[in-house]
């Protein structure tokens, strides 16, 4: 019998879940739609649950006036939490109807069809009929999934966002609603020396100049308006300025040497060989999380009550930061999850609610609806952090690990509000003045860890220690994206593993299962390798490389292994990726591969082509010119083999393939240059550097 | 000063009054409340705000509304709907092509125009022809898929 998930224990009740409504199944969850498609998995599950039609199922967003609080939508936690929370809320209606109407009419076992139980004579009893006090306490005895569960349904939410007519936050229009914008200081650390405001002032449709500290922003009644009277604001500002950031050129230096915290995170076995058979170093810059759109929010102060509108990932984390910052109670402040574009990751979504909730409080009774731009997006939003990390090993005889030393440094990757001890929403930094702003946490490892997500091998390794140092300034403002540390630790685990096997002369997927136990991981890294004809080289050239990735996701999660073909001529060039994936239970297999081959897209564009680029004040790649991201002649075929497993949980399946993807393109690469690749992204640069 | 702007739209037309120099892209999504296409960055280089001008796609968020009058746009809105859907929006939800679906209005009316012009079309040809359109969540052969098929279709005719 498996525990209670646990946003059930923390939101027990089955009707704050679900409840019938005039033949309708009104469902909340406190997951949201980040584009990741789980509002549809959540449904197929209410629907499989109670035995009805999907087309009954309406999921509402996520609100903090009356969703159950299931924290954040992140970590690949959505269907393992939520998905089980709801499963279980539904069996128990289910329970609950097959109860009373077998009472009522005497029967036993009766069958529940699209939410109705028919009698022999003729009576129906429904969900829509039945008392709430007829469902049971939630219990952890599940029926067996009824078919809408393990079938690629069709995504809920496509044909509105296909038509245009699907609301996204940036499309929201309020009644009285005027447009805000933010002028964000032109160097980290600036400061807002004098502001002339008398040619802003003067431009007709401008409603307010918001000054607090160094932040600055206007208020107009059209959204042209507001865009060119920023930049007439800008014009006005006069900041002082002083160089803060690291040098770009020598990052993993910088990383290696700044003041940081260290943590043993794992200490196991013997401690580390003076003379490791195997030193590698590998590093990846800061990353942008890159959305196609930007930042969004809109926000309204009446009568000292705040309502929010955010594509944040939390709407109760986001409420109680904004309660803290305006010192007022969380009850007086609503928050409700509007879907914006795709989410990769804390991003700019809860600064933008800090934004708007600033300038709207100088226009009580009018909400102001605030965009960022692109340059402010691709430079102002939280990081993925910068990384190095270093892996010691040691082998025996048979040129199999006996010890493995895993060190890493980085920012922390939890900037998220409301966490303990983290830096508050940017516009709270600006209005303090505050340039040395807290820098950002680490999740525990037990939850998944941050920097060292991934740090720990899943192969079979006696002796091992994962140590992190956590470094104790933030040049640049660092936060979790998609895979966090898991990018470069599996990148660099799976470069070493095919160093080892090298070394050992063994085929790197036969030396994989030789050091794997675990039937899952065997299974996913078999499935990868027979699909792609691993072994056969179908290419003869000599660019062409060929390499393999694996990793099970937080080492608890999804399993993932891939291989990369690519040929390397002044670049390099992914021509395929195959991969393999168990999530368990599949809820939705087209939902499912599209996560991974989404997943394995993203990681081959940051992994051979984006980091972000700054000088000695400010970062510089503020546009698609200067932080390119993959186009569609750059994308290669991809496959993708699940692995399903009907009879185990379900497991997240939107970050488990960024790992692997990156891990089998550099050892690709290393196939076909003969040389490892130890900084990414893999550009003509780094090559030259590592060759 | 402000203006007043004849718009053919989606067949239909509408007078606006804004500045000159106004993007196409504000007078659709805010005066107009076609909120289809999408604002992505300013500066023409993501695609998000493509409309179609007599059937060639622009960037509106750098298309100032006094070029506008007299020409035929069409935005996602005006190629179908739930009712009466155009093939490549069928052929988009067929294929599932989209995550978050922010790009998904530039990418629909981009790849309908290039089908009408071009029918007979390559895979690596699709590719070339939407380097222009970014995607973010990595849905790009599910995209190429959707369009090769109502290519195929429209040369079977």
Known sequence: ?691 | MPDTFSLRINGVAHQVDCEPATPLLYVLRNDLGLTAAKFGCGLGLCGACNVLLDGHPVHSCDTPVWSVVDKDITTLEGLGDEANPHPMQSAFIAEQALQCGYCTAGMIVTAAALVDRTPDITDADVRTELAGNLCRCGVHNRIVRAVLSVAAESTAR
């Open chain 1, 1 to 691: 019998m498996a525990d209670l998930s646990p946003s059930l224990t923390a939101n027990p009740h089955p009707d704050m879940w679900i409840s019938p409504v005039a033949g309708l199944i009104h469902v909340r969850t406190g997951k949201v739609e980040l584009g990741q498609g789980v509002l549809t998995a959540l449904a197929q599950i209410v629907a499989d649950g109670l035995r009805v039609r999907i087309e009954r199922v309406r999921m509402i967003a996520a609100s903090t006036d009356g969703s159950p609080d299931e924290g954040y939508t992140a970590g690949s936690l959505s269907i393992q939490h939520s998905g089980a929370a709801l499963r279980a809320v539904a069996a128990a209606w289910h329970a609950g109807l097959m109860g009373a109407a077998g009472l009522a009419f005497g029967v036993d076992a009766p069958r529940v069809e699209d939410g109705t139980v028919t009698a022999p004579d003729g009576r129906t009893m429904t969900y829509w009929d039945l008392p709430p006090a007829a469902v049971p306490t939630v219990g952890t005895a599940l029926p067996a999934a009824s078919g809408v569960v393990g079938t690629s349904v069709g995504r809920l939410d496509i044909p509105g966002r296909v038509f245009g007519t699907r609301r996204y936050i940036q499309d929201l229009r309020l009644p009285g609603q005027l447009f805000g914008r933010v002028v964000r200081p032109p160097s980290r650390g600036a400061r807002l020396l004098n502001v002339d405001e008398t040619r802003v002032r003067a431009v007709p449709g401008v409603v307010e100049v918001v000054r607090d500290g160094d932040f600055i922003g206007l208020v107009a009644e059209r959204e042209d308006v507001a865009m060119q009277a920023v930049d007439l604001l800008a014009a006005g500002c006069t900041w002082k300025q002083e160089p803060s950031l690291p040098d770009q050129h020598e990052l993993a230096d910088y990383l290696r040497t700044a003041p940081a915290e260290r943590t043993v995170l794992v200490d196991q076995g013997r401690s580390a060989d003076v003379r490791p058979s195997v030193v590698a170093s590998f590093s990846r810059p800061y990353l942008a999380h890159a959305s196609i759109g930007t930042a969004c929010a809109i926000a309204e102060w009446q009568a000292g009550r705040l309502r929010v509108w955010s594509h944040s990932q939390g709407v109760y984390q986001l409420r109680a930061e904004l309660a803290r910052w305006f010192d007022v109670e969380p009850s007086r402040v609503t928050v409700t999850h509007v879907e914006g574009a795709g989410c990769y990751g804390h991003n700019g979504a809860d600064d933008a609610a800090g934004d708007a909730a600033l300038l709207a409080a100088a226009v009580p009774g009018r909400p102001v609806h605030l965009v960022w731009s692109r340059q402010d997006e691709l430079g102002w939003a939280p990081f993925g952090p910068a990384m190095a990390v270093t892996v010691r090993v040691t082998v025996d005889d048979a040129g199999l690990p006996v010890h493995w030393a895993q060190e890493i440094w980085s920012n922390g990757h939890s900037g998220r509000p409301s966490s303990a001890g983290n830096p508050p929403l940017l516009a709270a930094i600006h209005q303090a003045g505050d340039a040395d702003s807290i820098p950002s946490t680490e999740p525990p490892l037990n939850r998944g860890g941050g920097s060292a997500r991934n740090a720990v091998p899943g192969y079979r390794v006696p002796n091992l220690q994962v140590v992190s140092n956590r470094l104790a300034t933030m040049p640049l403002r660092t936060s979790a994206l998609r895979s966090l540390g898991a990018h470069l630790n599996v990148y660099a685990i799976e470069a070493v593993m095919d160093q080892l096997a090298a070394d050992a002369g063994v085929d790197p997927v036969a030396y994989r299962l030789d050091l794997l136990d675990d039937p899952r991981g065997r299974a996913v890294i078999e499935a990868a390798a027979s699909a792609a004809n691993w072994g056969s080289r179908s290419s003869s050239s000599e660019e062409a490389g060929r390499g393999f990735g694996y990793a099970r996701y937080k080492n608890s999660s999804a399993y993932c292994a891939v291989v990369a073909d690519v040929e390397v001529t002044s670049r390099v060039v992914v021509t395929r990726l195959t991969l393999a994936v168990d999530v368990g239970l599949t809820v939705n297999p087209d939902g499912v591969r599209n996560q991974i081959e989404g997943g394995a897209i993203q990681a081959l564009s940051w992994t051979t082509t984006e980091q972000v680029r700054f000088d000695a004040h400010d970062v510089t790649s503020r546009t698609w010119e200067g932080y390119p991201i993959v186009a569609f002649p750059d994308v290669p075929p991809i496959e993708t083999v699940i692995v399903d497993r009907p009879d185990l949980p379900s497991l997240g399946a939107g970050e488990a393939s960024l790992g692997p993807t990156a891990a089998a393109i550099g050892n690709a690469v290393r196939d076909a240059l003969g040389a490892q690749i130890h900084d990414l992204p893999l550009t003509a640069e780094n090559l030259m550097r590592s060759l």
